[in-house]
C-alpha cells in the first residue's frame, strides 16, 4: 500500500497580497471547522456508546454477545458500501493507498460523516484522522467560496481546514502539523510549503483553542488517543537498540503482509462491492468472535483502530501470555487488512500504532529483558514507519504520544524507524520484481502458445 503522492492543486509563488488574504480567511475558518471535526468526533463517540453498550443493555443482552459482533459490523460495511456507491466522493479517499493530500470537494462533505460513521462507530480497524483531513479539505474549499477565494487562493483555504480538522486529535497540534507537512513533503507539492502551511498553522492554532480553551473558558473535552503509559526509562542500553532494529524488521514483514492481504481483498471487492462491502464486515466480526472464544477476552479488542486499548494491552500481558499476544496480533493485523481494502473510509494510524504496542510487548514475553518502554516505543515507531512510509512522523507520534517515557527513548524510536521503513521498502521492491517477473513470463508463455484450431462441426 504505496502512500499516495498526487499532489493538491495548489499554485506556485501565491503574492504577499494573496497570502495575506489566504492568511485572513485561515483565521476565519480554523474555529469553525474545527468544531465541525469535534461534532463528528463526538458522533463517533456518541453512536460507539449508543450500538455496543445502551442500545444491547436496554434489549436486555451483552454487546460483546457473538451475534451482535457479527451483525453490527455487517451492518456497518452494508451501509459504508452504499455510501461509496451512491455519495457524491465515496466517502472520502480510499483506506489502501494511504494518506492523500489530494483536495476533497465540498459536495463530498455528507458522504465523508456517513462513511466515517459507518466505519468508526461499527468496529472496523480504521482511525478517524483520515475522515477529519477529508472534512478539513472540504469545508476550507466551502469556506473558499464563500470568502470568493478563487484560482491557486483555493487550494490555500483547503489546506488550512486540514490542519484546523486534525490538529486537536492526537492532544498536540504540532504531532498533526508535523504529519501533514511529512505528507505534503512526500507529494511534491507544485506550491511552496511555506505557502501551504503558513496558513494551515494559524487555523490550526485557533482552532486548537475549541479544545483547550482561552481565559475563563476551559474548552471541549474530544477522545484522541491514549497516552501510553510506560515506565521510565533512564538509560539507553546496547542491547535495546538490537532489538529495536529486530522489531523493525519484523514490524516491515507485519506491515508487508497486511499491504498484501489488503491488495488481494480490495482487487476483489472492486470487482463486487455490492456483495463484498457487508462482508468484509462480517469478517472483522468473525475474527473479533474467535478471538473472544479462543482467549476468553473481549472481543473489542480485535474490533476498531485501538487507541483506547493501548494501556489495557501494556497492563495485561503478563496474564495474558505470549499465544494471546500473538492471537491478537495476527487477528487485528487481519481484520485492519480487510477494513483497509473495503468500503470502510478511515485512516491507518491509529491501528498501525495499536499493533505497534502489540507486536513491542511480545518481545517482552521472548528471553533478552526486554523492558516494556523500548519494546512499546520501537514497536509503534516501526509499525507506523512500515505502514504510512512517513519515518519522521512514525517517531514524533511514538515519543509523544508515550510521554516523558517516550522522549527517554528517542534514540530507540529512530533506530526501529528506521529499520522498519528501509525493511517495507525492501520487501515491495521485490515484490514488484517478482510480479514483473511473473508477468513477462505469462506474456512468453502467451506468445510461444501454439494457435487453437477452430473447431469443426
Known amino acids: 500500500m504505496a502512500n499516495q503522492t498526487n499532489p493538491p492543486a495548489t499554485a506556485a509563488n501565491p503574492t504577499p497580497r494573496e497570502m495575506a488574504r489566504a492568511l485572513l480567511v485561515a483565521s476565519a475558518i480554523g474555529i469553525p471547522v474545527s468544531l465541525a471535526a469535534l461534532g463528528l468526533l463526538g458522533a463517533s463517540n456518541w453512536l460507539t456508546t449508543f450500538l455496543w453498550t445502551d442500545l444491547p443493555n436496554n434489549a436486555g443482552f451483552s454487546g460483546s454477545v457473538w ?33 492523500s493530500p489530494a483536495p476533497v470537494l465540498p459536495s463530498a462533505i455528507v ?26 479539505s472540504a469545508l476550507g474549499l466551502w469556506f473558499a467560496r464563500i470568502f470568493k477565494m478563487t484560482g491557486r487562493l483555493a487550494p490555500l483555504a483547503g489546506a488550512a481546514g486540514t490542519f484546523a480538522s486534525i490538529g486537536a486529535l492526537f492532544g498536540n497540534p504540532l504531532l498533526a502539523a508535523f504529519l501533514l507537512l511529512e505528507v505534503l513533503g512526500m507529494a511534491a507539492t507544485t506550491a511552496p510549503l511555506a505557502a501551504v502551511v503558513v496558513p494551515g498553522m494559524l487555523a490550526s492554532a485557533l482552532g486548537y483553542l475549541v479544545f483547550v480553551g482561552v481565559d475563563n473558558w ?27 532494529i529486530v522489531i523493525g524488521l519484523v514490524m516491515a514483514l507485519l506491515v508487508a503482509a497486511v499491504r ?23 469478517v472483522v466480526g468473525i475474527l473479533a468472535v474467535a478471538f473472544g472464544q479462543i482467549t476468553g477476552q473481549a ?23 505470549i499465544w494471546t499476544l500473538i492471537l491478537l496480533l495476527v487477528l487485528k493485523a487481519l481484520a485492519y487488512a480487510v477494513s483497509l481494502a473495503s468500503a470502510f473510509r478511515g485512516g491507518p494510524v491509529f491501528p498501525a500504532l495499536f499493533l505497534g504496542v502489540v507486536g513491542g510487548m511480545l518481545f517482552t514475553e521472548l528471553p533478552g529483558h526486554l523492558g516494556s518502554t523500548p519494546a512499546v516505543v520501537a514497536g509503534m515507531a516501526a509499525a507506523c514507519a512500515a ?7 512514525a517517531v514524533m507520534l511514538a515519543v509523544f504520544l508515550t510521554g516523558s517515557a517516550g522522549v527517554e527513548t528517542t534514540s530507540i524510536a529512530l533506530f526501529a524507524a528506521v529499520f522498519g521503513f528501509v525493511g517495507t521498502v525492501v ?23 501454439p494457435p487453437t484450431a477452430p473447431a469443426t462441426a
Not at 118 to 131: C, H, Q, S, Y
Not at 218 to 237: A, I
Not at 387 to 393: H, N
Open 427 to 449: 520487501i515491495d521492491k521485490r515484490l514488484a520484481a517478482r510480479n514483473t517477473a511473473a508477468q513477462e513470463a505469462d506474456e512468453v508463455r502467451t506468445a510461444e502458445a
Open 299 to 321: 472481543p473489542g479488542l480485535i474490533l476498531f483502530s485501538g487507541e483506547t486499548d493501548t494501556n489495557t494491552v501494556v497492563s495485561q500481558t503478563a496474564a495474558w501470555g
Open 218 to 244: 476551559t474548552g471541549l473535552h474530544v477522545e484522541g488517543f491514549t497516552q501510553v503509559k510506560l515506565p521510565d526509562y533512564p538509560t539507553v542500553r546496547l542491547g535495546d537498540l538490537g532489538w529495536a
Open 67 to 99: 451475534w451482535w459482533v457479527l451483525l453490527v459490523p455487517t451492518v456497518g460495511g452494508l451501509l459504508a458500501g452504499l455510501v461509496v456507491r451512491h455519495m457524491p466522493g465515496k466517502g472520502g479517499h480510499e483506506p489502501i493507498n494511504g494518506f
Open 111 to 136: 458522504g465523508v460523516v456517513l462513511a466515517a460513521l459507518a466505519t468508526l462507530a461499527f468496529g472496523a480497524v480504521l482511525g478517524p484522522e483520515a475522515p477529519l483531513i477529508a472534512l478539513g
Open 387 to 393: 505502514m504510512l512510509r512517513l519515518p519522521l512522523s
Open 260 to 282: 498484501r492481504i489488503g491488495t488481494q481483498v480490495h482487487a476483489r471487492y472492486t470487482a463486487r462491492p455490492t456483495l463484498l462491502a457487508p462482508l468484509a464486515g462480517l
